[in-house]
Every structure is written in structure tokens, then in C-alpha cells.
């Protein structure tokens, strides 16, 4: 008789998790009438810039209806609830239903965040004013289901009692008295700010970032059931407390998560130190563009700015005197080199307290490196790896057995377990049993073989844009490559297909892929044809030269990507092979250098090429479905006059290409949306044309040193950004059409500009204008007084201008009626030049109509006394005023008048002698070089306060503070 055995089954193993696995960051509730068509549209794509998927219903629902349960599952999907809180919100009976849900979900950790849209929370809370109203509607018309409304005013009440952010119309306070101590009274009253609307939304989508980050990594990868054991001793690795800089490793065998516990890691404590960098992937990236391109990632990370390394050694040198005395965190991912080390992050480069961090599959490695501190990552015991695959393939309780055959034969690899997961959820019982018989087939030590069942899952669609993003689009940002790859059909849908697939991960917005995964993807090309001719995608440049030497390309190759290091010799090479890849989609080259070029494939979406040697493109260059050409530093002296019928093309990008001297006619590319010409330093015209793109977003003319002029008229309706620094040539400033609404920022720095026109005007949703070092401005152009949106204004560098007479007889008068003093010699005589006074920069009586302005930078632009506005009331919304490099021997008492000012920075104004009396919200002072201020002692001086106290801390000597880079606010 045959035995039977009783199969016990771990809970958690048999059903989908109890709780909803998180699928939205944000759920958006508002009331759509009030604020569908700005406010709320604003915040959605603020806060989708950042990365987050959010949940917005855009259908107007109809009345009487019941709510769709579609939204209440959205709501229990999602990790933060953002209530918009408005005039009308409570007529809505499908917001307060939202309401109750999302009340009902704080109890179960979904965060809530209310914001108060020009209503005052008060009348929220107790349900006045329109809120009243429209409660005593609700009263009347559900009289026989009382509990209905009162389940509402509950939860509006406490929703209305959580900390939120609040937006007002009117500022109902602006006080300001002679003496500290009334100024200090201000504590205990109330402020209601008028906070401009896109600074408002700024500081909510930083509020929700901040919330959300720390946990985004833990919450994307929670079904890594170990994830927080491995954190916590990680955190008793890296030991914060101790001043010495530390090495950590992190090793195991590959898929086992050594990133996925870094990634968490770093992301959680990256904010505790001056700069950090996080270098994904260093083998791989090492072998495919040397370890120059990871020094180069890492300058960008730690100095903020873009430095080229032309060689190791260089680069290594510019690193270690960048992170002297330093305290950074940096990770070095999947090191498998002792010169990877060596390279990036050298023994004694790092000032305290920093953190270093390593994965490795080596343990040797770190041995000789002399990494002591070493966490090992093995894989996961039975239940774990039953609880990770459950959670993936939400198996039934007749799958049981199935279930724990995958589980053994993945021998606890999370990697392994929840690609299976994943690419057996939601199948039958056949599709599991026929899995099974193909797995179970496969040696357990070929794991690509094992991952290569979830690609076989796949439609042909979904097949072509994984195998595209495993061989060239890995670690780009999702957004920059979206119009390549709708070029192609590739929809969202196939993308959140490979997400769901565990194929692929967003993170940052940018496409990440396990490196095993990504060499699946290879195989599987390599797999298409013992002829690499006949390969569909080719990206190792060893390949990529085989086919151009020996004439081998063929109609099969679809992308191709070569990657030549600048020093690397090579043999001439063969453009024949091009003209036979009809089907070429993709194409990025860098430093190949052809004798030639004739026709590409007239499929060509992308045509990316580093260094072009030659001064032109082929005269019939005529590519119908090219989406973007991206040519960096090339050769090319003028862009082909037969550019026509581009169509599609949505970006040229020719930065530093030094000899281009002129643009083409822009005629025959309607749905350009950005124009990249940086650097182009031989550039001297704009063809008039350009004034036909209605689609453009982006013009990107800096540094274009020998542009002298613009089209007489700029009226580019979608235009967001014009940058314009550094064309040191340009003296005149383009009439602004009326249709440039959409313009966001403008950047005229290191210009010869000498006014703005009037026409400026039409700028109304202008938010940033850049005017450093101007040097031909003589006066503050009122006109940008006319900019209600403008939040951040930059004049450092801007001196004025001295008179054009050689020699001046009598007083001078000042240049404008609205202007300050500008203090010039009374008399010189002809026999003789007295030394010239320095030259003020002329400001307006007062900024009126600056009222949404946040920054204001007048560094270094001589302002003398008298020089700044006695009425500074109008800039109500200013938070950071920067007065560095003048020469005033005191600050008018307007100064606090700026209700809203947190910064104020005064360094190097070697005449100021006292300080000015500033409200308790003034959070930093620094007055660094002031050398005539009383007691001077190379101080920064800080201001802090909350609601019980207030504190005038002078810091210690400023280099001590330069050797620490931390300032410690007491709150």
C-alpha cells in the first residue's frame, strides 16, 4: 500500500501577501473643477519629473453614480495619499468618499499629506464657510443616512488636524519696528505666506521626495525578504559614530542582491555627508569605455560639474585633490580588479568619517586591498525563498507542490526566484507544469539558461525592446530615449510588461537591469547566428570591428554601438558594410574615424556619434525616421543644406563641435523639441528658420562665442529654456513675441547684452533670469519688474557701466529718476585723471511686481550706500538674498521687512560695519571677510529659532568650519 505523507504548507507560500503590495507612490485627491487645469497639473508633472508614479483620475465622474472601485483600490495601492484640499472640495461626495478610504488607510502606514488650496484649515476642521455649505446640502439631500455625513465631517476633521502645507492668497501680516525686541515679539503671532504657486508646489514635491526616498529602494525591492537583517548589519558595518574613514565590502556570489543592499544602504544615509557618488556596475562599464568614463561619473557626483579625464593616472590625480578632507560616501558596484580600486577610490583620498563601499564576487579582492570590514551575502533559506516566490507568482494552494520543485531547484538565488516568480504569475496549472519540464531540464550552474524561460514569455515586441535595452539603453534615463523607442511601437505598456517580468527596474528614471539578466539578453543575440554579420544587435567593439574590417554587415543588424577609446590605434576601416544595413535603427559610435561615410539606413532612429572626423555628412543625407542626431566634439564645419523631410526628428545635439560656423534650415523639421548647439565656438549665425519651430523646448546656444545676433523676433510659443551664457558677442537682446508664454528660464550670463527690450515683458511665466557678469548693464532693467513669475533673479557681476566722456566736468546726475545714487568724481581736470571711483550698479526705488521672487543674487555689483531700495516689502516672497562682494557700510532696515528670508550672505563686503536687525525666520547669516564689522573675526554668524526659544550662535573660525563642512543648526 502506498504511503501518504501530510504537505504542510507555510502560509505565507499559498496566498498572495494579506496586504496590497504598493503599485502607486502617490494617489491625487482634488476636487477637479477647482483645480484640474492648473494647480493640480502642475503638481502631477512636478512631482512625475521626480520620478514617481502617481495615480490622477482625469475623468469627471458623474453624479449619483457610487464611487469606482477602481479609485479605491488605487488608494489602497498607494504609499502617500495627497488630499488637495480646495474652496468647492466638500461638494464633492466622491472626494469625500476618497476621504474616508484614505482615513481608513493611516491606520494601515499609508502616509497623508493635506494640502490647504486658499482655504484656510481652520474652516476645514470645523467645517465653515463653504465647507458648511456644502454640508448642509449633504444634510438635506441624505436626511435618511445621517451617518453617511457625519462618517465625512470625521474624517475631513482629521485629516485637516495632520501637519500639511498650506497656500494663501493674502499676506496678512507685514510688520517690521525699529528696535530687536519688538522684532522678536513677532514669535507668537501669525503669518499666512503669499508663497508664488510654482515655489509652493516646489516645496511640497522636496517635502514628498524626502519622505519617499529613503524608503524607495526598501519599498521596490520588499519582496527581498532579508533586506532589513542585511541593512542592520551593514549599519553595524559602516558604525557612523566613528571619525576614521571606513572600507566596507559587500560580497557574494552574483544575483544574490550585493547592489540591491548597497543601493538600500547608500540610499539611506547619503544625506549625512558632503557628496556621494554611486558607481554602478564598475566591470562592466570599465570593459566597454575604460575606467576613465567611471572617474569622470564620479567628478560629476562629488564637484557637481562635468570634467574631462583624458587618462587614468590624470583622473586619479584630479580625484584625490577634489576629495581631500572630504567626508563622502561612495559605492564601487561589482569591482573585479584591484586597479578598479586603485582608480576610483585610492586609500588615502578621503578626509574623516567617510564611507566607503564595495561588492564584490571576490572575497580575495577586498584581502588585498585591505577591506577588513566585509559583509557576506549568501542566499536565503527555505522560507525566505518560499515567501520571496509566493510573493511573485501569487501561487494558489494546488500549485503547492510545483512551488516548492522551483523553489529547491533556484538554491535560494533571490535574483533566480523572482524572475520565475514573476514569469509564472497569474498562469494555469499546465502553463507551471510545462515550466517545470523545461527548467528542471537546465544544469543547475547555467543560471542564463534558467532566466531565458521569462524572456521566452515574452510577445516579440516585448522580446525586441528588452534585447534593445540590454544592449544599449541600460542606464539611460527612460525619459531621454522614450521618443526613440515610440519610434518603434515599443508602447508603456511593453515596458511595465518587463518591469512586472522582473526584467527590468526603473530607478531614478533611468533603465536598470541585473547584469546577469543583461547577459541573457547577450546569449540570446549571440545566440541568433554563428555570423556576427548576421547578429541583430552588436555592442562589444571587437565585434562591431570584425564586421567593419572584413565587410561582413548584412540586412540582419538592426543596432550597433562602438565605443573607441581616444589613444586606441586601430586599422582603416570599411564604410561598405553600412550601405548594407537597410535595417539599422540604432547607431552609436564614439571616435571611429572613417575616411568616408555614404548612406545610412533609411530606418534610422538613432544616429549618436562621439568625434565625427570628417566636416560634413553625406550631401543626401536623408534619414525620414530619424528621432534624434547627436553628434558631441565632431569635425563637421556645416550641417547639410538638403536637411528636408526630418520629420521626426526631435533633437539635434552638436556640443563642442568647434568648426561648425553655421546652422541649416530648419524648414524640413517641424517637430524639433530641442536644439543643442553648446560650445559650437565657430557658430556665428542662427538661420532665421528657427523661428518657425513651434514645438521647440529647448535652445542651448552657450558658449557660442562668435554669435553676434538672433533673429530680430523670438516667438517660439513651447519655448521652456534659452540659454545664451557666454555669447560673449552678443550685444542686442531679441524683440519677444506675444506668444512666449511657456518660457520658464532664461539665461543671458557672460553676455555683451547692454538692455533688455521691453517687449520682456511677454515672459509672464518666466521663473529664472540669469544676468551674471553682464558687464554692459548699466542699470536694473525695470522692465523685469513686468515678470510676476519670476522666482529667481541673478545679477552678481553686474557693475554698470562708467560715463563714455573721456573727462567730466561738474556733478553728475543720476542716469534715472527711479534709480539710485551713482556716485562719480565731481570734477577732473584736463591735466590730470584721478583714480576712478568704482561704478554702482542702478537699482529701482522698490521691486514692485517681484512678488513671487525667491532668489536674488546682487553679488559683486559694487552696490555703495543708498544703493538698495528703502521699501524691500514688495519681495515678500524671498527666501535667500545673496549681497556678497559690495561696498555699503550698512543695510537699509528694509531688509526686515523680508518676512520670508532664510539666507542672507554678506561675505567679503570689506566696508560693512554693522549687522541689520533680521526677523527670528532668518535661519543663516554669513559674514565672512567683513573685515570692518565690530569684533571682526573671520565669523559666520547663524540665527536659529523655533517655538520655544531663540539663539545667536557665532560660529567658530570660518577655516574650521571649511575643515569640518558641517554647520550645525539648533532647532
Known sequence: MASTRTQVVPPSFCSPCSKPQPKNDIFLNFRGEDTRDNFIDHLYYALKEKGFIIFKDDKELVPGNPISTKLLDAIEKSRMAVIILSKNYAYSTWCLEELVKIVEGIKGGLKVLPIFYHVDPCHVRHQKETFAMAFDEHEKRLHENPEKVQMWRTALREVANLSGKTLMKEVEML????????????????????????????????WIFSELKDKRSIVYEDSFVRIASRVEEMN????????????????????????TLARVVFDMIYNQFEACSFLENVKEVSEAHGLETLQEQLLCDISKGALRVRDVTRGIQVIRNILRDKKVLIVADDVSEKRHLEALVGKSWFGPRSRIIVTTEDERLLKSYEIQTVCKVDGLNNDEAQR???????????FVDLGNNFVTYAQGNPLLLKVLGSYLCKRTKEEWESAWNQIKAIPKENILEKLQIAYNGLEDLEKKLFLDIACFFKGEDQNRVADILESVCYSDNNKRKLI?????????GKFCMHHLIQQMGWKIVYGESMDLGRCSRLWHYTDVLDVLKNNIGTERIEGMMLNMTPNEEHEELNVEPF???????LLKICNLHLPRLINLSNELRLLEWHEYPLKSLPNCFQLPELVELIMHRSCIKELPREFSHLYKLKLIDVSDSQNLCGTPNFSGMPNIERLIFQGCTGLHALHPSVGGLKRLILLNLKDCKCLENLPHEINLKSLKVLILSGCSKLKKFPKIGRNM????????????????????????????????DCKNLSSFPSVICSLISLEILILSGCKGQPPKARYLLGPIS???????????????LIDRQPEPEPISLLLPESFSGLSSLVSLDLSGCNLLDGALPDDLSYLFSLTSLNLRNNNFTCLPYSISQLLNLKLLFLDHCSKLQSLPYLLLSTQFVSAQGCTSLENYSNQVVVWTSDAADSLLLIAMAWLMMMKEKLLMFLC
Open 579 to 585: 550601405s548594407k544595413m537597410n535595417k539599422l535603427r
Open 236 to 259: 553595524s558595518c559602516l558604525d557612523m559614530n566613528l571619525n576614521e574613514v571606513r572600507f566596507i565590502g559587500i560580497c557574494g556570489k552574483s544575483g544574490m542582491g550585493k547592489t
Open 814 to 828: 543720476t542716469l534715472s529718476s527711479i534709480c539710485a545714487t551713482l556716485t562719480l568724481p565731481y570734477t577732473c
Open 500 to 508: 512586472d517580468k522582473s526584467l527590468i527596474t526603473i530607478v531614478e
Open 388 to 398: 520571496l516566490f509566493s510573493h511573485k507568482a501569487h501561487c494558489e494552494n494546488d
Open 175 to 206: 510688520m517690521s519696528h525699529p528696535k530687536p525686541k519688538r522684532v522678536q515679539s513677532m514669535r507668537n503671532q501669525t503669518f499666512k505666506r503669499n508663497w508664488p504657486e510654482a515655489e509652493f508646489i516646489r516645496t511640497i514635491v522636496d
Open 741 to 772: 508664454k511657456s518660457m520658464l528660464e532664461l539665461y543671458l550670463d557672460r553676455t555683451a547684452v547692454e538692455e533688455l527690450p521691453s517687449s520682456i515683458k511677454h515672459l509672464t511665466g518666466l521663473t529664472l533670469l540669469n544676468l551674471q
